[in-house]
């Protein structure tokens, strides 16, 4: 599952003035793209605009709420979980005769049940261990 970290940033309030650029909304659209394009260099993906609550002071007692409006972004996580694992993997188990997939066995009964002798041998896969009692 892919985790992400985000970055919330209040949208513009006011339009770049650049060449061309002549009306309020298209010098608003500029603000927006000149900032889009900077997280978007930094590798944030724009998500949504928020318009939310926040509560503000008047005078010694009172408050009012006024909506601010909010950009959001993320980006991947870097992957951690590569970092964790540990640097050797566990030895496999491999059997020393195959067995059938767990579909296709049936089902044994207490007479049918194998005998420890016949059960098959386990022997571990990778490295070889070395004999303690030879150190």
């Given at each position: ?30 603000a927006l793209t000149l900032l889009m394009n900077d997280f978007g260099a ?41 970092t964790a694992e540990p640097a050797v993997a566990p030895p496999r188990l ?42």
């Open positions: 599952m892919q985790r992400y970290e985000f970055k919330v940033v209040p949208a513009p309030r006011r339009g770049e003035k650049a060449r061309g650029v002549k009306t309020t909304e298209d010098r608003f659209a500029l930094e590798g944030w993906d724009y998500v949504r605009a928020d318009a939310l609550p926040c509560e503000e002071r008047v005078g010694l007692t009172g408050t009012k709420t006024t909506f601010q409006n909010m950009l959001v972004f993320r980006r991947p996580l870097a992957e951690e979980a590569a491999m059997l020393e005769r195959e067995v059938a997939p767990a579909s296709v066995v049936r089902p044994l009964g207490p007479a049918e049940a194998p005998m420890p002798a016949t059960a098959p041998t386990i022997h571990p896969v990778g490295p070889a261990k070395t004999d303690l009692a030879a150190e």
